[in-house]
């Protein structure tokens, strides 16, 4: 797959880029809404022969368009979605800056630098897309062009609710995991790498690997989860439960949630290993004991839960 990075103040070069279909959005999260459009891409690209593509952009249209309210959280991070579109078979990704210089292309610049551009022969889109000054470019507009041809891809919805980057992360933010897992069409991750922390959890029975996450992700609500953690240098993966908060037992004054993960009948040193936390089920939210007593008592409750919740996961 060859990444081709685009941005408004420099000429473009297509020199050795073949025609293409190309799959256009931002694509946070690459849920079952976004799957569509690329493999309708695919579909098309397949039937024509042309190069499989994916135009996206970097950072978040909102960092520039609405400072105050910007995203700069992630639910696949540019680096995990360029994985994800390799493993699909993507030809080309066409990573495009998102700066105030393109927000003010009129949408007729943006296609003739971008789109036309790019040798794209078959534009896929989700049917809300927009694109231009203002997002003046609907695609309407893209369906006036005879350099390529316009295929819209319709609204998905499980309920009466589109599935969107939005809802997964409204779900994620209020504990309904479940259902956040259902509208992606996988179970949420975060990649990161085991750090050192206080080590106190060893000390009364429950060890934890801190996770450091490795790039700016959405995380989900404070609160214990059912997990599953995946060792890149092995492979394996082993079952436990996570916590994602501030440890509000032990410290008044942390701010940042941590990631700690307890694994299950497991007593390897992991510091410096590079890992992918799986999040099955949201058990309860983060709690504030009298003393380690109680924790202790309720964390293994916990573990309980998560071992019967996690049976049936391999």
Do not use: C, W
């Amino acid at each position: 797959m060859e990444i081709i990075r685009l941005n408004a103040t420099d000429p473009i070069d297509m020199n050795g880029i073949q025609e293409n279909a190309t799959a256009i959005g931002f694509f946070d999260g690459l849920h079952r809404g976004h799957l569509n459009v690329i493999r309708k891409m695919m579909k098309i690209a397949e039937e024509k022969q042309l190069k499989k593509a994916v135009m996206t952009f970097d950072p978040h249209p909102s960092v520039v368009l609405n400072p105050k309210h910007q995203r700069t959280t992630y639910l696949t991070p540019l680096e995990i979605k360029l994985e994800m579109f390799e493993e699909m078979g993507v030809d080309y990704v066409f990573v495009v800056n998102f700066s105030s210089n393109l927000a003010k292309l009129e949408p007729d610049e943006f296609v003739q630098k971008y789109i036309i551009g790019a040798k794209v022969k078959e534009l896929v889109s989700g049917f809300d897309y927009t694109y231009g000054r203002k997002g003046q470019g609907n695609t309407t507009t893209l369906n006036k062009y005879d350099e390529f041809n316009m295929t819209t891809v319709g609204k998905y919805a499980l309920t009466d609710e589109k599935v969107s980057t939005t809802s997964i992360q409204h779900k994620l933010a209020e504990g309904d995991l479940e259902q956040a897992n259902i509208e992606l069409g996988r179970t949420y991750t975060i990649n990161g790498v085991v750090v050192q922390g206080e080590k106190r959890g060893r000390t009364i029975g429950f060890p934890t690997a801190n996770i450091e996450a490795s790039y700016k992700y959405f995380l989900p609500k404070n609160g214990v989860y059912s997990v599953t953690l995946k060792v890149h240098s092995t492979g394996k993966i082993h079952k436990g439960v996570g916590n994602i908060g501030v440890k509000p037992t032990f410290h008044d004054d942390i701010v940042k949630p941590i990631i700690e993960v307890h694994l299950f009948d497991f007593n390897e040193t992991i510091y410096g290993e590079s890992v992918t936390i799986y999040f099955h089920h949201y058990l309860r939210p983060e709690v504030k004991y009298e003393g380690i007593g109680p924790l202790v008592e309720q964390m293994e409750i916990d573990r309980e839960d998560a071992k019967k919740l996690l049976e049936d996961i391999d």
